[in-house]
């Protein structure tokens, strides 16, 4: 069971054709599940009466039902599809509409042509069989990443890039009797990430910019940036409203991130608080004529290391720093 802030928020316990959450009556169930056992490794838990979010798929997938059917945001990676469309069968028996795309991290779009060729197109037509299948909605560069327009050899297939783009600002969509807002975010994690507020539910899905387990990605490869991310955490404290005034109670905005649990605006005041001080701390070093060699050797991220840091993996600590202190010096070799 994971936590969400306040309660507990009941894991759904789907076996055959039943389920149980906490506080629901039979009214504001929002669909009978199909009789379809969610697999071993998946999770699902409900955070509001039409919204759930699927874990143990790769990226965390958030799942909105309705009348006009499923949206997902992001589809996990190819090798857990299979799984995280069963946990989809296992909430709701009707079709996947749309599936959104928060960045073109391949743990986020995987699953798209499984979860896709699932679904059914809002808009169907009779002599293209590709596009009665769901739609897959992100920003264009995604696209482009996916793509590699380039000329490079692309690791995904045709069938799982997106069908719809959009290059303003922000999509916006109004499904299941709610409005839908795709915003882009620009140079954060990388330079195709949107994040997806469900305005009625009240729930963000951030992706990648929100990673409380550890500092943030800044995949400076695809146009991520410190500023940026910083800009985009802005952005999240902007549409999120805190459990104020009354703290105890449990209604508030929830945040799902890409990975990891989900959390509220607190947490987000405390994460962009911490990105924050870690930028400004390299900045003066930087200001005092500090090399790349003496930054890392100074410990800038002291008092954060321990809960965000890592010395191995895929993303360590020294990584973070040398993308910050690169990311502020892009003159300066090191």
């Known amino acids: 069971m994971y936590k969400t802030p306040g309660r507990l928020i009941a894991l759904v316990i789907v076996l055959g054709a039943g389920y149980t959450t906490l506080g629901l009556n039979a009214q504001q169930r929002p669909a009978a599940p199909a009789a379809t056992a969610a697999p071993a490794g998946i999770e699902t838990i409900q955070i509001k009466p039409n919204f759930y979010v699927i874990f143990g798929g790769g990226a965390n997938v958030s799942v909105q039902i ?13 090798a857990t599809a299979e799984n995280v469309l069963a946990a989809v ?11 959104i ?25 009779a002599f293209n069989a590709t596009a009665d299948n769901a739609a897959v909605l992100a920003h264009e560069n995604v696209l482009m990443r996916m793509s590699a327009p380039t000329g490079s050899t692309s690791p995904f297939s045709v069938d ?15 499904l299941n009797s709610e409005g839908i807002q795709v915003i882009r975010q620009p140079a954060a994690h990388t330079d195709g990430d949107s994040i997806v507020f469900f305005r009625r539910a009240d729930v963000i899905v951030t992706g990648d910019i929100l990673d409380l387990r550890q500092f943030p990605v800044i995949d400076t490869a695809r146009g ?7 800009d985009a955490l802005n952005r999240l404290l902007e549409l999120a409203i805190p459990a104020m ?68 993996g895929p993303w360590t600590t020294d990584m973070f720093v040398e993308t910050v202190y690169k990311g502020l010096t892009p003159a300066r070799k090191s």
């Open 66 to 78: 309705g009348d006009d059917g499923i949206v997902l945001v992001d589809s996990g990676s190819a």
């Open 89 to 99: 069968k296992a909430i709701s028996n009707r079709p996947i509409r749309y599936i």
């Open 101 to 125: 795309n928060t960045s073109a991290d391949p743990d986020h779009v995987g699953g798209n042509e499984v979860l896709a060729k699932a679904g059914f197109s809002i808009n169907p037509q």
């Open 160 to 174: 799982t890039w997106p069908t719809e783009t959009f290059t303003g600002k922000f999509k916006a969509m109004y």
């Open 224 to 230: 991520g940036t410190i500023q940026g991310e910083i």
């Open 245 to 312: 005034p009354l703290v105890y109670k449990e209604p508030r905005t929830y945040l799902v991130p890409g990975h990891g649990r989900i959390s509220d605006h607190a947490e987000v005041v405390e994460y962009r608080d911490m990105v924050t001080v870690i930028r400004d701390v390299i900045q003066d070093m930087i200001d005092k004529g500090m090399t790349l060699e003496q930054v890392k050797a100074a410990n800038p991220t002291q008092g954060y290391r321990k809960r965000y840091g890592s010395d191995s």
